[in-house]
């Protein structure tokens, strides 16, 4: 009897070693998957709660000051728990030593770290919902002194102090996670696994890897300054002689544009974190669903390099209005344009790439379709926004609202479910239904649009973003019928989800079996069988000889897994 | 579903480019001297912007709709000549539209601070804008916010009673501005960042805490519009709103004295 219990609890603990406290590179990546999942869902419903607010300002009733709380921690829960941490860190800490043929990360304790570290973050951040005051109503860019002095409002005090240390938590986190996405690719490549034989999912995560380790650096050590000023009696950020609600400040010497500064300088490099996984996913898929090369390779590979490098001299596109010195927007005008370009080449090369393939059109197929129609359409209000004469007008209104919702999250969103619906057979061993997932594109496609294209008229027609109410300004309330065409197509994208979830939880337990490679792909990864066997390779790492994207012109000669034995009339690529 | 996608993304290309021909919502019609370059500008990259959204989402279409070809010569791996031509195509268009709007910029930040421009001090306060005129010496007085604002008592600035020169500043809840007079802001904040924005003047600008950022316009025609706060700056900031009224010459001296003389009946008494 007592053997008996002693072994079920020897197998209790390790199945905890196993699914909860691994340094298992493929678990940690599926903690993220759902971590990820669960501040979407928050995010979504706090989206739903802020447009019904300001069209109906009865259903649901709020505060002011509760719909700015909103605003805040949907953009913190959207852009740094799900943008960038699925493609990154899910995905990316799943599929990365698989596609190089690793058997693990290079530090598998620091990944496994990161993750606790990212959760612990996201706690704090939720917490802030119970606190008195609620959480920070400064939004997620946090401008001081609005987010330097509790006195500012409600929600400035301890929610401010939750979202200061969850953000510093969520730096740490991912700069702990970033090392191995530098390290790794340098190091763990399986033999013959060339740095131009890496798929562009492996380049994609391994520059941003390199952009999470800089941008995060200086978002931490703001993210301090800001903690210091609010309680240790320093003053970066805030200036002498102010006063508030009627009584002085006590503090001087600091510039709010200080703060600008530095938060641009990670907050754009964190766009790229963002999209540079995406781009990097839809140009794997585009190849592998068209069975045919990725167009042009290695300037794909040198696009992906040059966007994570320009990414870091762009920030002053978001302050050309801040009372930055005004000659300083030309130089952050001509540089924003640049970026412009190897983005347009990764555009024009995914065409190229399409063109007269073979398409096959699968779930992942018309996700990364619609990645493409929605990065174009976001990304082409871009030089409207990097032109200091035309930003003034429209910064801080809608028509940004709408750009980067279309790019960086309808589009980064699109790249999530491609590569959900793509590796799902993979993860869990099991296929997701092709026809509730056509139905859930063509909800979110025709959903994404009609939230998102109105909302340049919006900002046009100079609505500001986050005004709690719209019956303020005359002119504001005037575009209530809009806004609500908006706010019903975003509550019928958001309940359009459901359709994701239903296929993914029914999916997990009854969908059917995968084979090892349903989608005739050529990548290590699909070399095992599904779902993963615990071991991955093993002790036994693949031997490569093939490039990422050896798909035949000849439909009878298929396609060369990266494994498969050297041919003899093989030509270095 | 190929044909279905197609349709698809033909239906919603057409559909954004009607939503931008139609517009039911636009532009507030320009009030100002540089609005009407700036539309210009902005009518340009609408144009120039929407025609590549409508080439590359035709493009897409197109290029779902050919299918595969056995011919050798379709570029496999990749094609310099045409990677090298795109990119130099979408450098010219870019950097072309680019360049050809700083001019624009330079011309919107550098107001010239002409002998003639009117002086106004903009104020941000959570959640209530000030304007505040130099009075009839033309010199704006002291103003120590952290030691003499008091809003109940008048003086919401905190203009230092001591100044000689800010006796006669009049205070106005109002921006209240000649026609065709350049206006020179001077843009302060005593707590948060705030922006004021004036659509019909295509004017925006924040107004930082221990900055004096000056920045302005000429406006060309009378009338009221309204000036918004576009910079979250607490709770309040959906509602801090102010009038913008654009009266004659004659109509602004006259509405100086008016306010000149209740400033001095209010010190007065």
């Given at each position: 009897m007592r053997s008996d219990s002693s072994i079920s609890q020897r197998l209790q603990t390790s199945r905890l070693r196993r699914?909860?406290?691994?340094?298992d590179h493929k678990v940690i990546g599926i903690q993220y998957f759902f971590l990820s999942l669960a501040a979407v869902l928050i995010g979504a419903v706090l989206s739903a709660l802020m447009r019904l607010h300001i069209v109906?300002?009865?259903?649901?009733a709020m505060r002011p000051e509760t719909y700015l709380s909103l605003v805040t921690m949907h953009g913190t829960l959207m852009v740094f728990f799900v943008l960038s941490t699925v493609p990154q860190n899910g995905f990316g800490s799943y599929f990365l030593p698989l596609q190089l043929g690793a058997?693990?990360?290079?530090f598998p304790r620091l990944n496994a770290a990161g993750f606790w570290i990212t959760l612990a973050s996201f706690l704090v951040l939720i917490a802030a919902?119970?606190?008195?005051?609620?959480?920070?109503?400064?939004?997620?860019?946090?401008?001081?002194p609005l987010s330097a002095?509790?006195?500012?409002?409600?929600?400035?005090g301890l929610g401010t102090d939750l979202w200061l240390v969850s953000i510093g938590l969520f730096s740490l986190g991912s700069m702990v996670s970033a090392v191995n996405f530098i390290v790794t690719p340098i190091l763990r490549?399986?033999?013959?696994?060339?740095l131009m034989r890496m798929p562009l999912t492996c380049w994609a995560w391994f520059v941003t890897g390199v952009l999470i380790l800089l941008a995060f650096a200086v978002l931490l050590a703001a993210a301090i300054m800001l903690m210091c000023d609010r309680h240790?009696?320093?003053?970066?950020f805030v200036p002498g002689g102010l006063v508030m609600s009627g009584k002085p400040v006590d503090?001087?010497?600091?510039?709010p544009l200080l703060w600008q500064h530095l938060f641009w300088f990670f907050g754009h490099p964190e766009v790229y974190i963002a999209i540079l996984p995406a781009m990097g996913l839809i140009s794997h898929l585009v190849s592998v669903f068209a069975r045919k090369?990725?167009?042009?390779y290695k300037v794909m590979v040198a696009a992906t390099i040059a966007i994570g490098a320009l990414g870091f001299m762009v920030w002053g596109h978001h302050m050309?209005?801040?009372?930055?010195?005004?000659?300083?927007g030309f130089a952050f005008s001509a540089l924003t344009t640049a970026i412009a370009v190897p983005s347009a080449v990764e555009v024009f090369n995914w065409l190229a790439t399409m063109y007269r393939g073979r398409i096959r059109y699968r779930t992942p197929t018309l996700f990364s379709i619609g990645f493409i129609s929605l990065f174009v359409a976001g990304g082409l209000t871009g030089p409207v926004l990097a032109q200091p004469a035309l930003d003034a007008y429209v910064h801080d209104t809608y028509f940004v609202v709408a750009h980067f919702h279309l790019i960086m999250a309808m589009a980064g969103l699109f790249a999530i479910f491609a590569a959900t619906y793509f590796w799902f057979p993979k993860m869990f061993g099991r296929m997701m239904s092709e026809r509730l997932g056509a139905v859930h594109f063509w909800i979110t496609l025709f959903g994404a649009y009609s939230t998102f294209m109105p909302m340049h008229l919006l900002g046009i027609a100079g609505h500001p973003r986050r005004?709690?109410?719209?019956?303020?300004?005359q002119y504001v309330a005037a575009m209530a019928p809009l806004q609500k065409f908006v706010t019903v197509a975003a509550i019928v994208t958001i309940c359009g989800q459901i359709v994701f979830l239903m296929n993914f939880f029914w999916s997990l337990r009854k969908g059917p079996t995968a084979e090892a490679n349903p989608w005739e792909c050529?990548?290590?990864?699909?070399?095992?069988?599904s779902p993963t066997p615990?071991?991955?390779?093993?002790d036994k790492a693949p031997v490569v000889s093939h490039g990422p994207y050896e798909y035949h012109?000849?439909?009878?000669r298929g396609y060369v897994m990266q494994n498969a034995a050297p041919r003899e009339d093989q030509t270095l690529i | 579903m190929s044909t279905v996608l197609r349709l698809a993304i033909v239906a919603i290309a057409l559909a954004s480019a009607g939503l931008f021909l139609v517009h039911?919502?636009?532009?507030?019609a320009a009030a100002s001297a540089q609005s009407a370059a700036l539309d210009r500008r902005f009518y340009a990259a609408l144009w120039i912007l929407g025609g590549l959204f409508l080439l590359s989402q035709t493009a897409l279409v197109l290029v779902l709709s050919r299918s595969q070809a056995?011919?050798?010569?379709?570029?496999w791996y990749g094609n310099w000549k045409i990677e090298v031509a795109w990119a130099l195509v979408i450098t010219v268009i870019f950097f072309g539209f680019n360049i050809s709007g700083e001019h624009l910029w330079s011309r919107m930040t550098s107001?010239?601070?002409?002998?003639?421009a009117l002086q106004v001090e903009v104020t941000g306060v959570q959640f209530q804008w000030y304007f505040r005129y130099p009075g009839a010496d033309g010199v704006l007085g002291r103003v120590q916010a952290a030691k003499f604002a008091r809003p109940d008592e008048g003086n919401p600035l905190g203009i230092?009673?001591?100044?000689?020169?800010?006796?006669?500043d009049i205070v106005s809840s109002a921006l209240v501005l000649p026609v065709d007079r350049p206006v020179d802001l001077i843009l302060r904040a005593q707590d948060v960042i705030h922006s004021v924005f004036i659509p019909e003047m295509r004017f925006k600008r924040d107004a930082v805490p221990g900055m004096d950022i000056h920045a302005g316009f000429t406006p060309t025609r009378t009338g009221s519009y309204e000036l918004v706060c576009?910079?979250?700056?607490?709770?309040?900031h959906h509602r801090m709103r102010a009038l913008v009224r654009v009266v004659s010459e004659a109509e602004f001296k006259q509405w100086l004295k008016v306010q000149s003389s209740a400033r001095l009946l209010s010190s007065i008494h």
């Amino acid at each position: 009897m007592r053997s008996d219990s002693s072994i079920s609890q020897r197998l209790q603990t390790s199945r905890l070693r196993r699914y909860i406290f691994t340094t298992d590179h493929k678990v940690i990546g599926i903690q993220y998957f759902f971590l990820s999942l669960a501040a979407v869902l928050i995010g979504a419903v706090l989206s739903a709660l802020m447009r019904l607010h300001i069209v109906w300002p009865k259903a649901p009733a709020m505060r002011p000051e509760t719909y700015l709380s909103l605003v805040t921690m949907h953009g913190t829960l959207m852009v740094f728990f799900v943008l960038s941490t699925v493609p990154q860190n899910g995905f990316g800490s799943y599929f990365l030593p698989l596609q190089l043929g690793a058997r693990e990360m290079h530090f598998p304790r620091l990944n496994a770290a990161g993750f606790w570290i990212t959760l612990a973050s996201f706690l704090v951040l939720i917490a802030a919902f119970h606190v008195p005051g609620g959480p920070s109503l400064a939004g997620w860019t946090q401008y001081a002194p609005l987010s330097a002095l509790a006195q500012a409002g409600p929600g400035q005090g301890l929610g401010t102090d939750l979202w200061l240390v969850s953000i510093g938590l969520f730096s740490l986190g991912s700069m702990v996670s970033a090392v191995n996405f530098i390290v790794t690719p340098i190091l763990r490549r399986a033999p013959g696994m060339t740095l131009m034989r890496m798929p562009l999912t492996c380049w994609a995560w391994f520059v941003t890897g390199v952009l999470i380790l800089l941008a995060f650096a200086v978002l931490l050590a703001a993210a301090i300054m800001l903690m210091c000023d609010r309680h240790a009696g320093t003053s970066f950020f805030v200036p002498g002689g102010l006063v508030m609600s009627g009584k002085p400040v006590d503090h001087r010497g600091g510039s709010p544009l200080l703060w600008q500064h530095l938060f641009w300088f990670f907050g754009h490099p964190e766009v790229y974190i963002a999209i540079l996984p995406a781009m990097g996913l839809i140009s794997h898929l585009v190849s592998v669903f068209a069975r045919k090369p990725v167009f042009s390779y290695k300037v794909m590979v040198a696009a992906t390099i040059a966007i994570g490098a320009l990414g870091f001299m762009v920030w002053g596109h978001h302050m050309f209005v801040s009372g930055m010195n005004p000659y300083a927007g030309f130089a952050f005008s001509a540089l924003t344009t640049a970026i412009a370009v190897p983005s347009a080449v990764e555009v024009f090369n995914w065409l190229a790439t399409m063109y007269r393939g073979r398409i096959r059109y699968r779930t992942p197929t018309l996700f990364s379709i619609g990645f493409i129609s929605l990065f174009v359409a976001g990304g082409l209000t871009g030089p409207v926004l990097a032109q200091p004469a035309l930003d003034a007008y429209v910064h801080d209104t809608y028509f940004v609202v709408a750009h980067f919702h279309l790019i960086m999250a309808m589009a980064g969103l699109f790249a999530i479910f491609a590569a959900t619906y793509f590796w799902f057979p993979k993860m869990f061993g099991r296929m997701m239904s092709e026809r509730l997932g056509a139905v859930h594109f063509w909800i979110t496609l025709f959903g994404a649009y009609s939230t998102f294209m109105p909302m340049h008229l919006l900002g046009i027609a100079g609505h500001p973003r986050r005004y709690a109410e719209l019956t303020g300004v005359q002119y504001v309330a005037a575009m209530a019928p809009l806004q609500k065409f908006v706010t019903v197509a975003a509550i019928v994208t958001i309940c359009g989800q459901i359709v994701f979830l239903m296929n993914f939880f029914w999916s997990l337990r009854k969908g059917p079996t995968a084979e090892a490679n349903p989608w005739e792909c050529t990548t290590l990864e699909w070399s095992l069988p599904s779902p993963t066997p615990a071991r991955g390779f093993g002790d036994k790492a693949p031997v490569v000889s093939h490039g990422p994207y050896e798909y035949h012109s000849q439909p009878e000669r298929g396609y060369v897994m990266q494994n498969a034995a050297p041919r003899e009339d093989q030509t270095l690529i | 579903m190929s044909t279905v996608l197609r349709l698809a993304i033909v239906a919603i290309a057409l559909a954004s480019a009607g939503l931008f021909l139609v517009h039911p919502w636009w532009f507030p019609a320009a009030a100002s001297a540089q609005s009407a370059a700036l539309d210009r500008r902005f009518y340009a990259a609408l144009w120039i912007l929407g025609g590549l959204f409508l080439l590359s989402q035709t493009a897409l279409v197109l290029v779902l709709s050919r299918s595969q070809a056995e011919d050798k010569h379709s570029s496999w791996y990749g094609n310099w000549k045409i990677e090298v031509a795109w990119a130099l195509v979408i450098t010219v268009i870019f950097f072309g539209f680019n360049i050809s709007g700083e001019h624009l910029w330079s011309r919107m930040t550098s107001p010239g601070r002409t002998a003639d421009a009117l002086q106004v001090e903009v104020t941000g306060v959570q959640f209530q804008w000030y304007f505040r005129y130099p009075g009839a010496d033309g010199v704006l007085g002291r103003v120590q916010a952290a030691k003499f604002a008091r809003p109940d008592e008048g003086n919401p600035l905190g203009i230092d009673p001591t100044d000689p020169t800010g006796r006669d500043d009049i205070v106005s809840s109002a921006l209240v501005l000649p026609v065709d007079r350049p206006v020179d802001l001077i843009l302060r904040a005593q707590d948060v960042i705030h922006s004021v924005f004036i659509p019909e003047m295509r004017f925006k600008r924040d107004a930082v805490p221990g900055m004096d950022i000056h920045a302005g316009f000429t406006p060309t025609r009378t009338g009221s519009y309204e000036l918004v706060c576009t910079q979250l700056c607490g709770l309040g900031h959906h509602r801090m709103r102010a009038l913008v009224r654009v009266v004659s010459e004659a109509e602004f001296k006259q509405w100086l004295k008016v306010q000149s003389s209740a400033r001095l009946l209010s010190s007065i008494h």
